[in-house]
């Protein structure tokens, strides 16, 4: 038996959630079941809206995130000269 080896089925549920504007993915958990992240999926949706998030998509996965919001807008790029 290898203890290091995950299985799906260990991992908690999660809701993620993707937004358009900003550009970011955030995760909200964990989750016993997915009933209970389906019932807090709205609200984490209506949270976000409320902060002018836009073109949000919502599913319910079960997973282990590692960062719980990550940013996908393009980072600056600063050129220095010596």
Same mark, same amino acid.
Request: hydrophobic letters at 30%; a negative charge.
């Given at each position: 038996m290898n203890l290091f080896q995950s299985n799906e089925s260990e991992f908690?549920?999660?809701?993620? =959630?993707?937004? %358009?504007?900003?550009r970011c993915t955030y995760y909200f &958990?964990?989750? +016993? *079941?997915? $009933? /209970? %992240? @389906?019932?807090? #999926? *709205? &609200?984490y949706? /209506? +949270?976000l809206y409320q902060e002018?998030? #836009? +073109?949000i998509i919502a599913v319910i $996965? @079960?997973? @282990?995130p590692h960062v719980l919001? =990550? *940013?996908h807008d393009k980072a600056k790029v600063e050129i220095f000269s010596f």
């Open positions: 908690a549920w999660w809701v993620e =959630i993707n937004t %358009a504007v900003p &958990g964990p989750f +016993d *079941s997915e $009933k /209970e %992240a @389906q019932l807090s #999926r *709205s &609200g949706v /209506e +949270d002018e998030a #836009r +073109d $996965k @079960q997973c @282990q919001t =990550i *940013s």
